[in-house]
């Protein structure tokens, strides 16, 4: 029996024909946030999601790689998925050694569960505190999954939005392994970039090492555009000023994706192709770009490959 799913109404399909970026990305780049939806009928959506979306594969995942010129893809666990693993490690394992995976996992993960993540490229977990995606998830039990991954060397991915930073802190300071930021805390982009909110944030990445940053998904973060659509090749010009302050302070502990298949999008769905032609303006120098696109990530996620 194949399950038949029916998407959230409002949702918006991704970008079919995305453009070829203008931007060359150095070789060996990697799309280091993107997720695969199902397919719905191949591996069923969650029964606890927040959200129902349209599917986007494997296989349409690694075609947009092809067309925008990555080498390599960081799967993200996407939410609608929960913490069946099952969309994502398929992906991984038809990669040909071209994707690692960040998971969702529960405290009562066995070892076999986690040694079979880990051969599959798995190379982190997923704290999620984003309430419109998630149900809350006592601190308690995150520590005991942080007990259970550090010993295969996993770091964790943390999603949160930037009010709940003050509340947040101590507990991320206090993860005794490394922790990558989603979509740089998501800060409110009205404010200033200099002013004591985006500083809040980046006084966390000062206080803890091992505190990479994603500059990722202005298209979420833009109030006022312009949209990464119909030519534009510099979007969401009211974001460029936070990534570049993440980037120029923290060169070695940045990251890029495109946020492919970019869930809950509600004004409009962007071309990814003119997503990377943003990147030169937030990183500008070929120094700044190897380090985001190809040096930074292959530590996090190939230091064990050559
Ligand atoms: O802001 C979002 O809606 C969102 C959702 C998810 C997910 O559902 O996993 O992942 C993201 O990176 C961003």
Redesign the pocket.
Known sequence: MTTTFEKTPGWLDWYPDPSTPHFRLPDGAVDA?C?VFGPGAEFPFAPERK?TPCDASKDQLFALRDRLGFSRNVV?????HGADNSAMVDALRASGGRARGVATVRPDVTDDELADLHDAGVRGVRF?F?R??VDVVPQDALRAVVERIAPLGWHVVI?FEAADLADLRDFFLSIPVPLVV??MGRPDVTKDPTGPEFEAFLDLMRAKPDIWCKVT?PE?LSVDGPPALDGERHSYRDVVPFARRVVEEFPDRVLWGT?WPH??LTDHMPDDGLLVDGIPHIAPTAALQQALLVDNPAGLYWSDTP
């Open positions: 946030h997720h959200y993200v666990q996407a939410t609608c999620n984003v419109r995606l999603y989603d979509h998904c979420r946020d869930p809950n």
